[in-house]
């Protein structure tokens, strides 16, 4: 009880503020329709999909001339990739105190 009296003033300042921002939306807040996502366009447009369709229309119609594999230029080509040495992991559990197995 003792707690109460002594931070009465803070209880009672936060009480008044909390009403006020309720009452503030309430009165002045947004009286939109609370859809967070509006669309441009209705779901049935032919709109949609047209760039998606009309850029595999032109990957579709491309061709690849094979005789290019077959050149001296790619023929001439090395392959200077290097293979990956497997390094052994981190610890069993990374979220463990330090020192400790987490097995």
Known sequence: MER?????????????????????????GDDGDGSLLVSEQPLGSPEIGRELLTTLLEIKSLSLDE?????PAF????DFSQELVSLPSGRANPFAPIGVDGQ
């Open 67 to 71: 005789s290019l594999f077959a050149s």
């Open 4 to 28: 109460l009296k002594k931070y009465k003033n803070i209880l009672l300042f936060l009480g008044i503020f909390a009403a006020l921002a309720v009452g503030y939306t309430m009165f002045f």
């Open 75 to 78: 023929t001439s080509l090395e």
